[in-house]
C-alpha cells in the first residue's frame, strides 16, 4: 500500500465497490438484453480483476457465464518509446471477437490514452460488432474523444492528483484511493504486489 502522508482520501472501501460492481453488470445486462451476444476484456493490471468480478456478478444474476479475456496494451500506448522498460503482461484472449459485442473493463478512466491503446490491440484481434467500455471510476481530465458507457463512480480530481484501485487478490484491501502525485512520477495504475495476484 501507499505511504499514508500520501493518501489524500479514500472515495471507495470494499463494500462500495462490490455495489458497483453489482450495478454495472445490471447495467451491462440491460442495455445488451442479456448476456448471450457479450464478452467481457479487462485491460490489464485491474482491468482484468475487474472484469473477472463483473463476470462472476453475471453469473449470479443472469445464470450465464460469458466469455473473459485480459488485454495488455503496453506496446500500443503513445508514450510507448519513452518507455524505456514497459512492464509487459500478457494477452489472453480465448475466444473469437467476431461479431461479439466486447465489453472493456478499466479500473480508472483518466485521459482516454488507455482506451484508445485498447482500442487498437482490440482491433488488431478481430472485428467485435460493438465495443462497449465500463470503468469503475471516471476522474475527468479527458484528452481524447472517449466517453465510458457504464461507470462505477465519477470522481472529481486534480491533475496534481492520482486515483488508484487496490484490490485484495493483488494488494491485500480493496479500496480506491486518491492520492498526491510523487515528485518526478506521473498519474497511473498502482504496480502489482509481486507477492500475490496473476
Known amino acids: 500500500m501507499n505511504d499514508a502522508s500520501m493518501v489524500k482520501s479514500v472515495c471507495m472501501d470494499a463494500d462500495d465497490i462490490e455495489r458497483a460492481v453489482t450495478r454495472m453488470a445490471h447495467q451491462i445486462l440491460e442495455a445488451n438484453k442479456g448476456a448471450a451476444h457479450i464478452a467481457l476484456v479487462g485491460i490489464v493490471t485491474r482491468g ?4 473477472k468480478m463483473l463476470a462472476h456478478k453475471i453469473q449470479e444474476i443472469e445464470g450465464v457465464e460469458v466469455p473473459l479475456g485480459k488485454l495488455d496494451i503496453s506496446f500500443y500506448r503513445d508514450d510507448f518509446a519513452t518507455h524505456f522498460a514497459p ?3 500478457s494477452t489472453d484472449i480465448p475466444f473469437d471477437i467476431d461479431g461479439m459485442t466486447v465489453v472493456l473493463v478499466d479500473d480508472v478512466l483518466y485521459t482516454g490514452r488507455t482506451i484508445r491503446a485498447a482500442l487498437d490491440a482490440l482491433m488488431d484481434i478481430g472485428r467485435p460488432a460493438a465495443v462497449e467500455l465500463a470503468v469503475l471510476v ?4 479527458r484528452e481524447l474523444p472517449i466517453r465510458a458507457d457504464f461507470v462505477g463512480k465519477n470522481v472529481p480530481s486534480s491533475s496534481t492528483e492520482n486515483v488508484r484501485l487496490f484490490l485484495e487478490e493483488v494488494d491485500g484491501i480493496s479500496a480506491v484511493e486518491i492520492l498526491e502525485i510523487e515528485p518526478g512520477k506521473r498519474a497511473g495504475s498502482a504496480p502489482l504486489q509481486t507477492n500475490g495476484g496473476e
Open 48 to 51: 482484468d480483476l475487474l472484469a
Open 87 to 89: 512492464e509487459v503482461h
Open 138 to 141: 471516471d476522474r475527468g481530465h
